[in-house]
C-alpha cells in the first residue's frame, strides 16, 4: 500500500502550498474524476471517517460540492450552518468547535465570513480543517478546481496568460487564483474599476491594468468575477450599468482573447453585468466543468488529508 | 522614611544631568544630590552601582478601564503593572464605561487611585459629552476635579469645526488637547496597515492618509487657534513628516508613540494574531525606522505606551472582532533601552522622552531630579534579563504581542512621593 505524502494537516489557503502539492492535489483529483464517469460512484475508502461541514455562511453551491464529494467517499457527514450574525464576540465560532470534537471528526470544512477564521478553527480542533471560503481572505478548493479545469483545457498552466476581471478586493477566489496560478508559472493579469483592485496584489504574483482590453489581450484564459455595487454600506462604482458598459465580458471584448480561451466564472453569475449571456453560454465557457471539477478537487483533499491509500481508489 | 541611593549614575535631562553619584530622599522629597553623600545613621541605604537612576517615568496615554470594565484591569492593577515598569505617573484615557465626561467621573477616578493606585493617576476627560463629538464638555468643571488635558481617543472629533471650539476653549484652562488622529471615512471597516500584507490576509486595510488627514486637519486648527494640541500615537513616516514642518513652522505642536510603533511591523499581524491588533495599526518597516528617527531628532517629543488591556474574550476570536489594543506598561522600558543600546537615543534624551517631556507637556510634577522636587524616581538595572510571559505580568490582561520575547533592562525600584512603591 503506497501512502501518499501529504505534508499539511489542514488546507488554510494556496498561500500555505507549495507547488509539489498543488501537483499532488490535481493528480489525485484526476484521479477521483474517474471514479465519478463510473456508473457507481462510489467507493468505500473513507468508510467511518466523519466530516462535518460548518457553514457560517450560505452557499448551497460549495456546501453540496463537499457533500457529495464526502459521500462519493463513504464518510459519514455532519453539516450545521449557524449565523454569524448572531455571533456575540465570537464565542460561536469556538464554542461550535468545541462542541463538535465532542463528535471527533476527522476533518472540519469551515465556510465563515471572517478571514483567518479558519486559522482560529485550527487552534481549538483537533480535525483537519479545510478552508470553505472565509472573508476575503482564500477559497482555496475553489482555486484548485479553476487549475484543474485549465489544466484539462490547456494541458499546462505554465505560460499561460490568465485574465482576472471584477471586483478582486473582495474576491477571495481572486486571491486563492492568484497565488496559485502564479506559483504554476501562469502570467496573471487582473482588472476593474480601480476601487475594485486592492493596494499590493502584484506581490501576490499579479500584473495590474486599468485597461481591461489590455489584461484580455491575447488571454488564454478569462475569469469573470461576480460583481456587488455595494460593499460596506459605500457604492464602489456608480452603476451597474456603467460597469456592464465598460468592464463586462461581452463577444466583443472576448474577441480580443486568444482564438481557444476560454472563460471561466465562480458563480453565481450576473448575466449581463459582468458577463454577457452570450458569453456565458456560449462555445468557450466552461463553467459547468468547473462545477464537475469541484467534486473532484474536493474528494482528493478528503483523501489527502486523511492520508488514504492509493490502492483504495483503484 | 529617609534614603540614600548610593552608587547609581544619576540622570536629570532638565538641566542635562548625567553623573555618578548618591541621592538622598527626604520627606518624600529630593533632598540632595553629590557625588559622595555620607550615610548616617537611620538611613535607608540602596546600592545602586551599575544602575541608572531617572526622574520617575510618566506615561500619558494609558487605559486603565476602571470604571467600567473591571474585568480587563483596574486602577489598582493598572498601577500595579506601571510601578513595575518603572512608572511613577500614568495618565489615564477617558474611555471607561461610563466615560470621563463630567466632574463625578474624574473624581470617582482621582478617589480610587488615592485608596488603591500604586502610582499618581492623573484623568485625561473626553472633549465631547459622551465622547460622541456633539457637545463640549465641562472644561471649567473637569480641570477642577482634577482632569490634567482633554481627549475623546477612540472616539477622534469628526467635526472639525467642534474641534476648533475645543482647542479655542481649550485656552481658557490651560487643558491641552490630545489628538488621536483618525480620519473615519478613511479608516472605516478596517483591521490592520493598508497594503499588500492586508491584502494577502483578506483584511480590510486602514491606509496611511487615514491618520495623516487628520494630524493635517488639528494642526491646521492648532495654528488658527493658537492652542496646543498633543497628537497621540503617531505611527506613519508621514505623519513625523507633517509634525516636522509644523514645529518648523512654529505650530504648538507635540506628538507621542509608542514602543509598539518603533518595535514592530504589520508583520506582527501574520497569522492573523489579534495581540497585534491595534489602533492605529502596526505600520511598515519605512515608517518603524521613520519614527525611530523622529524620536532621535525631536520631532516626537513623548513616548506613551496607549497600554489597552483587554481580556482574552476580546483577543481569542475571529480578527474581525478582535478588540484593538495591547498592553505596554511593562514592556516599555526594555523596547526602549534597545534604542539606547543601538545608540539611536542617550539616556539623557530616554528620560526626556519618557519622563521630562511628558510632565512639561501636561504641565505634572516630576520629569526632573532637584533637590525640593517630589522623590518620583526610578532605578533601572539596564543589564537584567527577563523573559515575557503572562504569568510575570502584572496588569490583569494579558494581550502582549511581545509574549516569549527576552528582554534586557528592567526598573528595579520604584519610588512614589519616596516610598517604595516596587521593588524587584
Ligand atoms: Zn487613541
Given at each position: 500500500m503506497?501512502?501518499a505524502?501529504?505534508?499539511h494537516?489542514?488546507?488554510l489557503?494556496m498561500?500555505?502550498?507549495?507547488?509539489?502539492?498543488?501537483?499532488?492535489?490535481?493528480?489525485?483529483?484526476?484521479s477521483?474524476k474517474?471514479i465519478l464517469?463510473?456508473p457507481i460512484?462510489?467507493v468505500?475508502?473513507?468508510?467511518?471517517?466523519?466530516i462535518?461541514?460548518?457553514?457560517?455562511?450560505?452557499?448551497?453551491?460549495?456546501?453540496i460540492?463537499?457533500e457529495?464529494?464526502?459521500?462519493?467517499?463513504s464518510?459519514d457527514?455532519?453539516?450545521?450552518?449557524a449565523?454569524?450574525?448572531s455571533?456575540v464576540k465570537?464565542?460561536t465560532?469556538?464554542?461550535?468547535?468545541?462542541n463538535?470534537e465532542a463528535?471527533?471528526p476527522?476533518i472540519?470544512?469551515l465556510?465563515?465570513?471572517?478571514?483567518?477564521a479558519?486559522?482560529?478553527?485550527?487552534?481549538?480542533?483537533?480535525a483537519?480543517?479545510?478552508?470553505a471560503?472565509?472573508?476575503t481572505?482564500e477559497?482555496?478548493?475553489?482555486?484548485?478546481?479553476?487549475?484543474?479545469?485549465?489544466?484539462?483545457e490547456?494541458g499546462?498552466?505554465?505560460?499561460?496568460k490568465v485574465?482576472?476581471v471584477?471586483d478582486i478586493t473582495?474576491?477571495r477566489?481572486a486571491?486563492?487564483n492568484?497565488?496559485?496560478?502564479?506559483?504554476l508559472?501562469?502570467?496573471?493579469?487582473?482588472?476593474?474599476?480601480a476601487?475594485?483592485?486592492?493596494?499590493?496584489i502584484?506581490?501576490?504574483g499579479?500584473?495590474?491594468?486599468y485597461?481591461?482590453?489590455?489584461?484580455?489581450?491575447g488571454a488564454?484564459?478569462?475569469?469573470?468575477?461576480?460583481i456587488q455595487?455595494?460593499?460596506?454600506g459605500?457604492?464602489l462604482?456608480?452603476?451597474?450599468?456603467?460597469y456592464?458598459?465598460?468592464f463586462g465580458?461581452?463577444p466583443?471584448?472576448?474577441?480580443l482573447?486568444a482564438?481557444d480561451?476560454?472563460?471561466m466564472?465562480?458563480?453565481p453569475?450576473?448575466?449581463?453585468?459582468?458577463?454577457?449571456p452570450?458569453?456565458?453560454?456560449?462555445?468557450?465557457?466552461?463553467i459547468l466543468d468547473?462545477?464537475?471539477?469541484?467534486?473532484?478537487v474536493r474528494m482528493?483533499i478528503?483523501y489527502?488529508?486523511l492520508?488514504?491509500?492509493?490502492?483504495?481508489?483503484a | 522614611m529617609?534614603l540614600l541611593?548610593?552608587?547609581?549614575?544619576?540622570i536629570?535631562?532638565?538641566?542635562a544631568l548625567d553623573?555618578?553619584?548618591?541621592?538622598?530622599?527626604?520627606?518624600?522629597?529630593?533632598?540632595?544630590i553629590?557625588r559622595e553623600?555620607p550615610?548616617?545613621?537611620?538611613?535607608?541605604v540602596i546600592?545602586c552601582?551599575?544602575k541608572?537612576?531617572?526622574?520617575?517615568l510618566?506615561d500619558?496615554?494609558?487605559?486603565?478601564?476602571?470604571p467600567g470594565?473591571e474585568?480587563?484591569?483596574?486602577?489598582e492593577?493598572g498601577?500595579l503593572?506601571a510601578?513595575?515598569?518603572?512608572?511613577?505617573?500614568?495618565?489615564t484615557?477617558?474611555n471607561t464605561?461610563?466615560?470621563n465626561?463630567?466632574?463625578a467621573?474624574?473624581k470617582?477616578?482621582?478617589?480610587r487611585?488615592?485608596?488603591?493606585?500604586?502610582?499618581r493617576?492623573?484623568?485625561?476627560?473626553?472633549i465631547?459629552v459622551?465622547?460622541?463629538?456633539k457637545?463640549?464638555?465641562?472644561?471649567a468643571?473637569?480641570k477642577?476635579a482634577?482632569?490634567?488635558?482633554?481627549s475623546?481617543?477612540g472616539?477622534p472629533v469628526?467635526?472639525?469645526f467642534?474641534?476648533?471650539?475645543?482647542?479655542e476653549?481649550s485656552?481658557?484652562?490651560n487643558l491641552p488637547?490630545i489628538?488621536h488622529a483618525?480620519e473615519l471615512?478613511?479608516?472605516?471597516?478596517?483591521?490592520?496597515?493598508?497594503?499588500?500584507?492586508?491584502?494577502?490576509?483578506?483584511?480590510?486595510?486602514?491606509?496611511k492618509a487615514?491618520e495623516e488627514?487628520?494630524?493635517?486637519?488639528?494642526?491646521?486648527?492648532?495654528?488658527?487657534?493658537?492652542?496646543?494640541?498633543?497628537?497621540?500615537h503617531v505611527?506613519t513616516?508621514?505623519a513625523?513628516e507633517?509634525?516636522r514642518?509644523a514645529?518648523?513652522?512654529?505650530?504648538p505642536?507635540t506628538?507621542?508613540?509608542a514602543p509598539?510603533?518603533?518595535?514592530?511591523?504589520?508583520?506582527a499581524?501574520?497569522?492573523y494574531n489579534?495581540l497585534?491588533?491595534?489602533?492605529?495599526?502596526?505600520r511598515t518597516?519605512?515608517d518603524?525606522?521613520?519614527?525611530?528617527?523622529a524620536?532621535a531628532?525631536g520631532?516626537?517629543d513623548v513616548i506613551?505606551?496607549?497600554?489597552a488591556p483587554h481580556?482574552v474574550l476580546?483577543?481569542?476570536v475571529e480578527f474581525a472582532?478582535?478588540?484593538c489594543?495591547?498592553?505596554?506598561l511593562?514592556?516599555?522600558?526594555p523596547?526602549t533601552?534597545?534604542?539606547?543600546?543601538?545608540?539611536?537615543?542617550?539616556?539623557l534624551r530616554m528620560a526626556e522622552?519618557?519622563?521630562?517631556n511628558?510632565?512639561?507637556?501636561?504641565?505634572?510634577?516630576?520629569?526632573?531630579?532637584?533637590?525640593?522636587s517630589?522623590a518620583?524616581i526610578?532605578?533601572i538595572?539596564?543589564?537584567?534579563?527577563?523573559?515575557?510571559t503572562?504569568e510575570g505580568l502584572k496588569?490583569?490582561s494579558?494581550?502582549?504581542?511581545?509574549l516569549?520575547w527576552?528582554?534586557k533592562g528592567?526598573?528595579?525600584?520604584?519610588?512614589?512621593?519616596?516610598r517604595?512603591a516596587?521593588?524587584r
Open positions: 503506497e501512502k505524502s501529504f505534508p494537516r489542514h488546507i489557503g498561500a500555505e502550498l507549495g507547488r509539489a502539492e498543488i501537483e499532488l492535489i490535481l493528480e489525485t483529483a484526476a477521483m474517474e464517469s463510473r460512484k462510489k468505500p475508502t473513507l468508510r467511518g471517517k466523519t462535518v461541514h460548518l457553514f457560517f455562511e450560505p452557499s448551497t453551491r460549495t456546501r460540492s463537499f457529495m464529494a464526502a459521500k462519493r467517499l464518510a457527514t455532519v453539516s450545521v450552518t449565523s454569524a450574525s455571533v465570537g464565542e465560532l469556538i464554542d461550535t468547535a468545541k463538535l463528535m471527533a476527522d472540519i470544512v465556510r465563515h465570513p471572517f478571514s483567518g479558519a486559522h482560529l478553527l485550527t487552534r481549538h480542533v483537533r483537519s480543517v479545510i478552508n471560503g472565509d472573508g481572505h477559497h482555496p478548493t475553489q482555486a484548485l478546481l479553476d487549475l484543474l479545469t485549465i489544466r484539462e490547456k499546462n498552466i505554465k505560460g499561460l485574465a482576472i471584477g473582495h474576491s477566489v486571491h486563492s492568484i497565488l496559485a496560478l502564479s506559483k508559472g501562469a502570467e496573471v493579469w487582473v482588472s476593474g474599476p476601487t475594485m483592485i486592492p493596494p499590493g502584484e506581490r501576490l499579479a500584473r495590474v491594468t485597461k481591461i482590453e489590455e489584461a484580455l489581450a488564454d484564459v478569462i475569469m469573470a468575477l461576480r455595487k455595494e460593499r460596506q459605500r457604492d462604482i456608480p452603476s451597474l450599468r456603467e456592464a458598459r465598460v465580458l461581452t466583443e471584448r472576448v474577441s482573447a482564438k480561451c476560454i472563460i466564472h465562480p458563480g453569475m450576473n448575466r449581463g453585468v459582468e458577463i454577457s452570450e458569453v456565458a453560454d456560449g462555445p468557450y465557457s466552461v468547473q462545477v464537475t471539477n469541484g467534486v473532484a482528493a478528503l489527502l488529508l492520508g488514504g491509500s492509493r490502492e483504495a481508489v | 529617609r541611593l548610593k552608587g547609581g549614575r544619576i536629570d535631562p532638565s538641566v553623573m555618578e553619584g548618591d541621592l538622598l530622599i527626604e520627606e518624600g522629597q529630593i533632598r540632595a553629590d553623600i550615610a548616617d545613621e537611620g538611613l535607608e546600592d552601582r551599575q541608572v537612576i531617572l526622574p520617575g510618566i500619558i496615554h494609558v487605559h486603565l478601564r476602571e470594565e474585568y480587563k484591569e483596574t486602577i492593577t498601577t503593572a510601578v513595575a515598569g518603572g512608572f511613577t505617573a500614568v495618565c484615557m477617558p464605561k461610563p466615560p465626561d463630567c466632574a467621573v474624574t470617582f477616578i482621582r478617589d487611585a488615592r485608596e488603591q493606585g500604586h502610582c493617576v492623573y484623568p485625561v476627560a473626553a465631547t459622551g465622547q460622541r463629538g457637545r463640549l464638555t465641562e472644561f468643571d473637569l477642577e482634577g482632569a490634567v488635558a482633554l475623546d481617543d472616539h469628526a467635526d472639525a467642534l474641534m476648533r471650539l475645543a482647542l476653549y485656552r481658557n484652562f488637547i489628538s483618525e471615512a478613511l479608516s472605516a471597516g478596517g483591521q490592520m496597515n493598508e497594503g499588500a500584507l492586508s491584502t494577502l490576509l483578506g483584511l480590510k486595510g486602514i491606509p487615514a488627514v487628520a494630524i493635517f486637519r488639528d494642526i491646521s486648527l492648532a495654528a488658527l487657534t493658537g492652542a496646543p494640541i498633543h497628537i497621540a505611527s513616516k508621514g513625523c507633517i509634525i514642518r514645529k518648523e513652522a512654529g505650530v505642536v506628538a507621542e508613540t509598539h510603533y518603533f518595535s514592530l511591523t504589520e508583520e499581524v501574520a497569522g489579534t497585534a491588533k491595534v489602533n492605529p495599526p502596526l518597516e519605512e518603524r525606522e521613520a519614527i525611530i528617527e524620536l531628532e520631532v516626537i506613551a505606551t496607549d497600554h481580556s476580546e483577543k481569542e472582532q478582535a478588540a489594543g495591547l498592553i505596554g511593562e514592556t516599555a522600558l523596547l533601552l534597545r534604542l539606547v543600546r543601538r545608540g539611536i537615543i542617550n539616556w522622552l519618557l519622563s521630562l511628558p510632565a512639561r507637556i501636561l504641565s505634572l510634577p516630576g520629569g526632573q531630579l532637584r533637590p525640593g517630589p518620583d526610578t532605578v538595572d539596564p543589564e537584567l534579563s527577563w523573559r515575557v503572562p496588569s490583569r494579558k494581550n502582549s504581542p511581545f516569549g527576552e528582554m528592567a526598573a528595579i525600584l520604584t519610588l512614589v512621593r519616596g517604595v516596587f521593588k
